[in-house]
């Protein structure tokens, strides 16, 4: 496939890099910094603004799938800019009428009990708390969403470095744990579950979640 990837060299988004290349997909990595990307087969690099709706539609057209892992980490309003980033990239995919649209979400927003949310327990991080909500706000826009073909995966409550082992649950809205009592992913195997949800589609228009 040919796909448009925002965000290709961060956290996640370098792992669904790796991952789409490996598998043989056309990936357009749309990043701020282009230069932080080797020259590699099948990857074209482009300079871009999430927050440039127009012209960010303009580079998402022709593709047969958007992948957002457009992340606010970096800015001093994380929630604001997240907030308004995914906004712009949902309305830039439906100018483009680009078919697909699948987001890196958070776990922050999956329910620990009927109700209860994680980001709502006293134990979550209150560092944490503005990505989660903008994660949450992000779920809630495409919730909403009419016309286009929407996929959000959100990890295990821990998202590491790791192996690739291909082997791992998927879930709904609820938090997956081990018999441990363990809420874990890496990013390897977290990169397998959106690629394969890319390429075989069974969670049109709704949040999925992946854990050991």
């Known amino acids: 496939m040919k796909i448009a990837l925002i965000g290709a060299t961060g956290y996640v988004g370098s792992g669904l890099l ?25 990857l074209t690099a482009v300079q871009a603004d999430a927050l440039d709706t127009a012209r960010l539609a303009g580079q998402l057209r022709g593709h047969d799938a958007v992948i957002s892992a457009f992340s606010g980490h970096a800015q001093s309003d994380i929630l604001g800019y997240y907030v308004q980033g995914i906004d712009s990239i949902i309305a830039a995919t439906r100018q483009a009428a680009v078919p697909r649209l699948l987001v890196v979400g958070g776990a922050g927003s999956l329910e620990v009990s009927p109700g209860v ?27 909403q969403e009419t016309l286009l073909d929407w996929t959000m995966l959100s990890p295990a409550a821990q998202l590491e470095p790791g192996a690739r082992t291909g082997s791992f649950r998927l879930g709904g809205d609820e938090l997956l744990a081990d018999a441990a009592g363990q809420s874990r992913i890496s990013v390897q195997d977290y990169a ?12 049109s228009r709704r949040r999925f979640s992946v854990a050991y």
Do not use: C, N, S, Y
Request: charged share 20%; no cysteine; aromatic share 4%.
């Open 18 to 42: 790796k991952e789409a290349l490996a598998r043989g997909h056309a990936v357009t990595a749309l990043v701020q910094h282009p230069q932080k990307l080797g020259a590699q087969p099948g």
């Open 117 to 143: 949310q994680l980001m709502d327990t006293p134990a979550f991080p209150a560092a944490w708390q503005a990505t989660a909500e903008g994660a949450r706000q992000a779920l809630k826009r495409l919730r």
């Open 192 to 203: 397998v579950a959106m690629i394969d949800e890319l390429e075989r589609p069974a969670h």
